[in-house]
């Protein structure tokens, strides 16, 4: 499939694989949507033989926000075609869509990296194509890692081993005694250490070629594979996907951040846990200045080391920069795990 619209693959397509689905005669109840944007055609459409960061030169470099506009762009594109003045798409629907894209393409560069990284440690070599930096870590199967694009409504608490679940359950049934409650939420993506029973599975270390249907299922439902399997200092690092930021929605991930602290780092005796947001918007918000808040575990210990509860908030410029990134994180982080 194409990055670009094509005219002529999209008329190769089956009704059902096109980015806009007619629903005039078979409305939501409710809503006066007439065309939806099928988001996973979409996806499958643009990035079906790409995934940016380990595709062309020019995708590589190309700014990022145009890489993730590209399959909304084709929609309209598509709509406009078939429907011509009867295609309208209301905004909000474009941005909701917009931002699913933006996590899961950021999910599927981040995968590749791991994957890269994971035959790295195992003795594979360095693969050289597109041409990263490889790292300077000793490789260890034990320092391969797992890229997991979470849920809505999912509790990360669900990933850890029983007994520590143990542990946060304990904890929150005596604040249950004075009416009290500790909700955890979920970021967007976590990255652990690969727990030992699966250091010698090579799906961890397969790279994607692109964002296929069985691909997204793929990257989309990774994360039961190892529910109840990850230690408490395992967790690496939590990503927050926020494609633009406003004010009200600032607060949502330094609460989500300074909780994982609190539970993983407080109760369970953690390393520092990582946070990070990122988004393609910043402006009009201060974020950066926001972000700068000390973790309250950290403050409420009186702990002489306090960090931030958000690490950074990140605007990858280009996927390729994003790419370099992850692989310099894994290259500092991952020398905490004995080889």
């Given at each position: 499939m194409p990055f670009t619209y094509s005219i002529e693959a999209t008329r190769n397509l089956a009704t059902t694989e096109r980015c806009i689905q007619d629903i005039r005669n078979a409305p939501v109840r409710n809503r006066s949507t007439q065309f939806q944007l099928a988001q996973q055609?979409?996806?499958?459409?643009?990035?079906?033989?790409?995934?940016?960061?380990?595709?062309?030169?020019?995708?590589?470099?190309?700014?990022?926000?145009?890489?993730?506009?590209?399959?909304?762009?084709?929609a309209v594109t598509e709509g406009t075609h078939f429907f011509r003045d009867d295609f309208r798409?209301?905004?909000?629907?474009?941005?909701?869509?917009?931002?699913?894209?933006?996590?899961?393409?950021s999910s599927a560069v981040m995968w590749n990296c791991a994957a890269r990284w994971n035959s790295?440690?195992?003795?594979?070599?360095?693969r050289s194509q597109p041409r990263y930096s490889r790292p300077t870590l000793s490789p260890s199967p034990r320092r391969q890692v797992a890229v997991l694009n979470l849920p809505r409504s999912f509790d990360w608490v669900s990933l850890l081993v029983p007994e520590s679940q143990e542990v946060i359950e304990e904890f929150r049934a005596g604040l249950r005694k004075d009416g009290?409650?500790?909700?955890?939420?979920?970021?967007?993506?976590a990255v652990v250490v690969l727990p030992e029973e699966f250091q010698n599975d090579e799906m961890w270390r397969e790279e994607i070629a692109g964002?296929?249907?069985?691909?997204?299922?793929?990257?989309?439902?990774?994360?039961?594979?190892?529910?109840?399997?990850?230690?408490?200092?395992?967790?690496?690092?939590?990503v927050a996907f926020k494609r633009s930021l406003r004010s009200d929605r600032l607060y949502q991930p330094l609460y989500e951040a300074n909780v994982m602290q609190l539970l993983l780092e407080g109760k369970l005796g953690a390393p520092k846990v990582e946070f990070e947001v990122h988004t393609l918007a910043p402006e009009g918000t201060n974020a950066f200045v926001t972000y700068e808040a000390a973790s309250l575990y950290g403050l409420a210990e009186g702990r002489s080391a306090v960090h931030r509860a958000i690490r950074e908030l990140y605007v990858p410029p280009t996927a390729a920069d994003l790419a370099r990134r992850f692989f310099a994180f894994l290259n500092e982080r991952m020398e905490l795990v004995n080889g």
């Open positions: 055609n979409m996806l499958a459409y643009t990035f079906g033989e790409v995934i940016p960061g380990f595709a062309s030169a020019g995708i590589n470099g190309m700014n990022y926000r145009d890489v993730i506009g590209r399959p909304v762009e084709n798409v209301d905004s909000n629907a474009k941005a909701k869509v917009a931002g699913d894209i933006f996590e899961i393409v790295l440690m195992v003795g594979e070599g360095w009290l409650g500790l909700p955890t939420s979920t970021p967007d993506l964002l296929t249907r069985p691909n997204q299922i793929l990257l989309s439902g990774a994360y039961q594979r190892l529910q109840g399997r990850v230690q408490p200092g395992e967790i690496s690092l939590a």
